[in-house]
């Protein structure tokens, strides 16, 4: 999946937040401050303006008309009398409306769900990885001597011996006369 980038300017400066790293947008009137681990940054855009640029992520979800939530920075999830209640995982609540908890538990189940998947399938790939290194007959060494060639036999007899493990490889050097 490509990673896509939420590009807003401040009176100062323009910000970039690559989709996966945004923790929370939350909106206050006009203005909409996005949260983003250690960087936060307040911009001149509307909640809906900001959803748009957000639309093609699988993991921004919009739980409450104030806030857009990032699905795989939450810490917790509780219900409560309203709806539900998020922990983020930079220890921020946010609420969920009780008209989008239904869609909300929903969306949230399947990226979890999703996660787990891409995290057995890893798993498999690298349990098949290490199993196949494991089950592999050991590779024969070449060793490289300059001998004689009456000592690379007796060499050669001793490797027979280890079944094979090893092959001696004599290199014949012509010295100049």
Not at 40 to 56: D, E, G, R, V
Not at 99 to 111: C, D, L, W
Request: with cysteine; glycine share 4%.
């Amino acid at each position: 999946m490509a990673d896509h980038v939420l590009s807003v300017a401040t009176l100062k400066e323009k910000f970039s937040f690559l989709h996966r790293d945004i923790v929370k947008v939350q909106a206050l009137g006009a203005y909409s401050w996005i949260y983003s681990g250690e960087k936060k940054c307040c911009c001149c855009k509307h909640l809906n303006a900001i959803m748009k640029q957000l639309k093609p992520s699988g993991y921004l979800y919009r739980a409450h008309r104030s806030y857009i939530v990032n699905v795989d920075k939450i810490y917790q999830c509780t219900k409560n009398g309203k709806g539900y209640l998020l922990i983020m995982t930079d220890g921020s609540r946010v609420p969920v409306s009780k008209r989008e908890s239904a869609g909300f538990m929903k969306f949230y189940n399947r990226r979890k769900k999703i996660v787990a998947e891409m995290d057995t399938l890893k798993k498999n790939q690298i349990e098949n990885k290490i199993s196949s290194m494991i089950s592999t007959p050991p590779r024969k060494f070449k060793i490289f001597y300059m001998i004689p060639m009456k000592s690379s036999r007796l060499l050669n007899r001793w490797c027979r011996l280890l079944n094979g493990a090893c092959s001696v490889w004599p290199l014949a050097l012509r010295l100049p006369n």
